[in-house]
């Protein structure tokens, strides 16, 4: 049987299904039972920039009001005991986590730097294995260039890299004029792993009450195909643990992504719609490709068919598009 082993980030995976940032850790049963169905490692939902930030507002309100209005009675309204705070919350459920005895990467997540960074050490001392940062960012502002955005990414990266002494992996949009170029310098600011790519949700006009409206709708394996091509560009360039998101839901998907040179192929709307045994399920899948096609491990996959390895190197880049323009054949019904 081909060993299904990878490295990421440092870590001995014994797989590379690793279950993405969302509601699936909140709940110990449900991470459990992904651990059971062979997850070798999780990560966390996010901590969120926002959310902290509003929590430490309110808090230092309560104490303001407690300092000009209330002063004599200050000594009997401290902030409660077991007040249970936003990162509270978070590290028990981290702590909770860890009990399964695999990997932990723990997510924050924000845009602008300050304090909140911070909070990446916590993580550390409360046992995460590694961090990942997303910089969900909407680049919505005229006078800011590409390079300042790139600036923003890099410079939270250093401030936490600061703060940790964790792999840390950076979880990014694919809306870079340059990604290569963008990683690489990641790289050099200390980054240990990209993980390609966010997906966003996307600002809907409901036409009956003219209203925008937020739709987050989960992601198909055609999506998957953005990441392959970037994973396969990047494979032997960089120095970095690659991870792809957003569109891995069958064994296929996987097995184009490990050919491409990622580590690790992260799953999340796939084990939301089918629930935690679906990895079991994709593992099996992908078990038996690899014995069929007699691989002895994902390690000698891996890569095989990143741009640096394939016969045709150009079929990742503009070179191929006019052939395949050229080349369409409509499916039945589609003009031609
Ligand atoms: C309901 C939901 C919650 C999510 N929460 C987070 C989160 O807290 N932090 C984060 O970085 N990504 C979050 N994501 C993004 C996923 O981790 C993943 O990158 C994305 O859904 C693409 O992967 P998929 O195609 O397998 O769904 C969330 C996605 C969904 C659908």
Redesign the pocket.
Same mark, same amino acid.
């Given at each position: 049987m081909a060993d299904l082993s990878t490295e990421y980030l440092g870590l001995r995976l014994a797989n590379p299904l690793v279950p993405?940032?969302?509601?699936l850790s909140r709940d110990l049963d449900t991470a459990t039972r992904l651990r059971d169905a062979g997850a070798p490692a999780l990560?966390m939902? @996010?901590l969120f920039e926002e959310k902290i930030e509003q929590e430490e507002q309110q808090l230092a309100r309560f104490l303001h009001q407690q300092g000009i209005g209330h002063g004599e009675a200050d000594s009997f309204h401290p902030v409660p005991a077991d007040y249970h705070s936003y990162l509270d919350s978070y590290l028990e459920q981290l702590h909770r986590l860890k009990t399964l005895d695999i990997p932990i990467i723990a @997510?924050l #997540?924000g845009t602008t730097l300050g304090g909140w960074v911070e909070y990446g050490k916590l993580l550390e001392e409360a046992g995460a294995d590694a961090l990942?940062l997303?910089v969900y960012y909407i680049a919505a502002n005229l006078a800011e260039s590409s390079h300042d955005v790139e600036q923003r990414y890099i410079e939270l990266l250093r401030q936490l890299r600061q703060q940790v002494s964790l792999p840390i992996t950076m979880?990014l949009s694919s809306q870079f004029s340059s990604p290569l170029n963008f990683i690489q310098r990641l790289e050099e600011a200390g980054a240990s792993g990209v993980a390609l790519f #966010?997906?966003f949700y996307l600002p809907d006009i409901d036409l009956d009450t003219l209203k925008i409206t937020p739709t987050?709708n %989960? @992601?198909s394996s055609h999506?998957s195909l953005l990441r392959v091509r970037w994973t396969a560009l990047l494979h032997g360039r960089v120095n970095l643990s690659l991870a792809v998101? !957003? !569109?891995?839901h069958t064994a296929e998907d996987m097995l184009k992504a490990l050919l491409a040179g990622a580590d690790v192929t992260? %799953?999340? @709307?796939?084990l939301?719609e089918q629930g935690p045994q679906h990895l079991a399920r994709v593992l099996e899948d992908m078990q038996h490709w690899l014995d069929e096609h007699e691989y002895e491990s994902v390690r000698q996959l891996k890569g095989s068919l990143s741009q640096q390895h394939a016969i045709d190197p150009a079929a990742y880049e503009r070179v191929n598009y006019i052939s395949v323009l050229d080349n369409y054949t409509p499916p039945p019904g589609v003009l031609r």
């Amino acid at each position: 049987m081909a060993d299904l082993s990878t490295e990421y980030l440092g870590l001995r995976l014994a797989n590379p299904l690793v279950p993405s940032a969302s509601p699936l850790s909140r709940d110990l049963d449900t991470a459990t039972r992904l651990r059971d169905a062979g997850a070798p490692a999780l990560v966390m939902y @996010s901590l969120f920039e926002e959310k902290i930030e509003q929590e430490e507002q309110q808090l230092a309100r309560f104490l303001h009001q407690q300092g000009i209005g209330h002063g004599e009675a200050d000594s009997f309204h401290p902030v409660p005991a077991d007040y249970h705070s936003y990162l509270d919350s978070y590290l028990e459920q981290l702590h909770r986590l860890k009990t399964l005895d695999i990997p932990i990467i723990a @997510s924050l #997540n924000g845009t602008t730097l300050g304090g909140w960074v911070e909070y990446g050490k916590l993580l550390e001392e409360a046992g995460a294995d590694a961090l990942e940062l997303n910089v969900y960012y909407i680049a919505a502002n005229l006078a800011e260039s590409s390079h300042d955005v790139e600036q923003r990414y890099i410079e939270l990266l250093r401030q936490l890299r600061q703060q940790v002494s964790l792999p840390i992996t950076m979880k990014l949009s694919s809306q870079f004029s340059s990604p290569l170029n963008f990683i690489q310098r990641l790289e050099e600011a200390g980054a240990s792993g990209v993980a390609l790519f #966010n997906r966003f949700y996307l600002p809907d006009i409901d036409l009956d009450t003219l209203k925008i409206t937020p739709t987050l709708n %989960l @992601s198909s394996s055609h999506e998957s195909l953005l990441r392959v091509r970037w994973t396969a560009l990047l494979h032997g360039r960089v120095n970095l643990s690659l991870a792809v998101t !957003g !569109g891995f839901h069958t064994a296929e998907d996987m097995l184009k992504a490990l050919l491409a040179g990622a580590d690790v192929t992260h %799953l999340c @709307s796939a084990l939301l719609e089918q629930g935690p045994q679906h990895l079991a399920r994709v593992l099996e899948d992908m078990q038996h490709w690899l014995d069929e096609h007699e691989y002895e491990s994902v390690r000698q996959l891996k890569g095989s068919l990143s741009q640096q390895h394939a016969i045709d190197p150009a079929a990742y880049e503009r070179v191929n598009y006019i052939s395949v323009l050229d080349n369409y054949t409509p499916p039945p019904g589609v003009l031609r």
